[in-house]
């Protein structure tokens, strides 16, 4: 018995097929079907029902096939450990991030890192953090900068990345300008400009304006934090920003502070806090933490 029989039948069967399974494998058909009959006439039982349209396990290579699979993911278990023995690592890395963490230099990681490490694929997507924490219990991502508002939600681990201030950012002839300590039911009738929901900073307002007593009235809704900032420079209502960010549009807006407590908003670094997680996503999650962690940045 081969390994390379076991492969040929789990892709059999996953593509229910022999011509499918051959394309997957970039082999030639009748190799396929002949090692597949090699394991057979070795098991003695026919493995494979071939009458239909498509091909199917029979009882015999339903019971086998968990066994094949098992032998082929303790090979591939086999050759990982001693890639990242020997740092000739592999493999691929799914990260996820929120379009605010852009000032925090991760395409720079992520290029130094493939740079390390060219043999492991890197996936970047971005969205907000409701969906990257959902992606992350999936399995789907292997790490995400993403927006908090409160805990950490269960099953994730993070690390801080950020935690500033929430402010609210008017253009500079707005009649809160110039205000500092301003309580949040001074916005009950003004029109807001946020981010969607399911960010962290959307969470952060609507929990914090529920608890005021009102529901925050969003005349404009954008993704990218900047066009916020612009649509507030442009007087058309009162952004809810990130300090940082605010700070930085200073040109055309001015930043009106919170009474206490304030509102405040985390980035972090987060990936499963159980699960399976191949050598290559632990080595990028533990770069990731060594780099964007605040004393690493200026």
């Known amino acids: 018995m081969e390994l390379r029989q076991l492969e040929y039948l789990v892709a059999v069967v996953e593509e229910a097929s022999f011509t499918k ?11 396929v079907s002949a090692q597949v009959r090699q394991l057979e006439r070795e098991l003695g039982q026919s493995l494979l029902d071939r009458s239909g349209r498509t091909v199917r396990p029979t009882e015999a290579g339903a019971a086998v096939l968990p066994y094949a699979r098992a032998a082929l993911a303790a090979v591939d278990g086999a050759r990982l450990v001693v890639d990242e023995l020997t740092g000739l690592l592999r493999g691929r890395v799914a990260v996820g991030m929120v379009t605010s963490c852009a000032p925090l230099g991760l395409p720079d990681l992520l290029a130094d890192f493939h740079e390390d490490h060219p043999g492991v694929e890197i996936n970047l997507v971005e969205d907000n953090s409701d969906r990257l924490i959902a992606a992350l219990r999936a ?19 993070t690390e801080t990345v950020t935690d500033e201030p929430i402010v609210a950012a008017v253009a500079h002839g707005d009649l809160l300008a110039g205000r500092t300590g301003l309580a949040l039911d001074a916005l009950r009738d003004r029109a807001l400009i946020s981010l969607p929901r399911g960010t962290g900073l959307r969470t952060c307002l609507d929990e914090a304006c529920a608890a005021a007593g009102f529901a925050p009235r969003i005349a404009f809704e954008a993704g990218d934090p900047n066009v916020l900032a612009q649509l507030a ?25 919170f009474a206490d407590p304030g509102l405040r908003g985390r980035l972090a670094l987060a990936w499963r806090g159980e699960g399976p997680v191949g050598p290559a996503a632990r080595a990028l999650i533990d770069r990731a933490r060594r780099t964007l962690a605040p004393a690493a940045r200026p």
């Open 21 to 31: 399974a051959a394309a997957r494998l970039h082999v030639a058909q009748p190799g």
């Open 139 to 157: 399995g789907r991502l292997d790490t995400a900068v993403l927006g908090l508002a409160g805990p950490t939600p269960p099953g994730i681990e």
């Open 233 to 257: 420079g442009r007087s058309l209502g009162v952004a809810i920003l990130p300090g940082s960010l605010a700070a930085y549009h200073h040109a055309t807006l001015r930043t009106v502070t």
